[in-house]
């Protein structure tokens, strides 16, 4: 399956080479057009209105810098934190946005303040490990998604603190799970009731708060971009690629890639190293993983899956999920 539409096709039949100039070498623009911010979003606003901020700003400074460029066409952001949540927003700007789905494939971190409803039982840190598995939900009424019960795994939970009726927990799990329905249910559970109170999320993979970036941070630095110092944009604006170092990698020639700008796969000549995780599984157990094809000098180049023998002197090698030329 290809994303490359008949749009991308006739931008490149001007002759100009589709593949970017390596991560490091970029100018300010060109990162602007093409890279992440690990940004920490701010209790108050949602979700979608400080991607629109983001937008904006970042839009108003290639105006400034480069007039007669594109604007970004818009932001992505690494799933919906509610108004008053806060925390790691991984936010991808301009064609950056067509891996927004690499946020699925990783997990998530939250530190979360679980509000009892009475006096813990003696066995809470007990009642509270139960639920380090694989755990049945369904969607809250207000959710954007299906009210379907599925399943999400939460790899660990551990509770960090426990003062009279408030209990502090440290919970990483799989990418879509809902924090305040997981305090809902431990609270039944321990036979007390409870709620979620504060919840902030620590990490996005391949993000965590180790770094982040304020929205102050990233006007700033935009602003610095425009005086001619882009010293603070590169350490906040970053590329691309960095959104992509959780998944398995395929190198592959900068010819094969250019084959790729057009919509066709990656096929076995063109393939330099293939990361073991990037292989299929030869149990024949589940769907290979999502990876990353990059070039040599480290330029993004798709999504997609390998579905052939990286070895082969002939054939598909990997499928395509996602063009990002």
Known sequence: MTDASDADADERADGEDPLRAPPEERSVSELLRFGVVNLDKPAGPSSH???????????????????EGPPTGGVAHSGTLD?????????LTGDATRMAQVFLEGTKEYVAVLELHGSPPADFRDVVAEFESEIYQ?????????RRLRTRTVHDLDVLAVDDRKALLRVRCESGTYVRKLCHDIGLAAGVGA??????RTATDPFDDRDLR???????????AEDGDDALLREVVRPAEDALTHLPAVRIAPSAARNVATGAPVYAPGVIDVDDAARPDRTGDGDPPLIACFTPDGTAVCLGRVVGDPDADSGVVVDLERVLL
């Open 214 to 224: 304020t929205l102050q941070d990233l006007v700033d630095a935009l602003a610095w």
């Open 138 to 146: 369904k969607p809250p009424r207000k959710s954007a998604v299906s």
């Open 195 to 200: 709620h979620m109170g504060h919840l902030r």
């Open 49 to 67: 209105q400080v991607s629109a901020w983001v937008r904006d700003a970042v839009d108003e400074t290639l105006a400034a810098l480069d007039p």
């Open 83 to 91: 108004p008053k949540v806060t925390g790691c927003l991984p936010t």
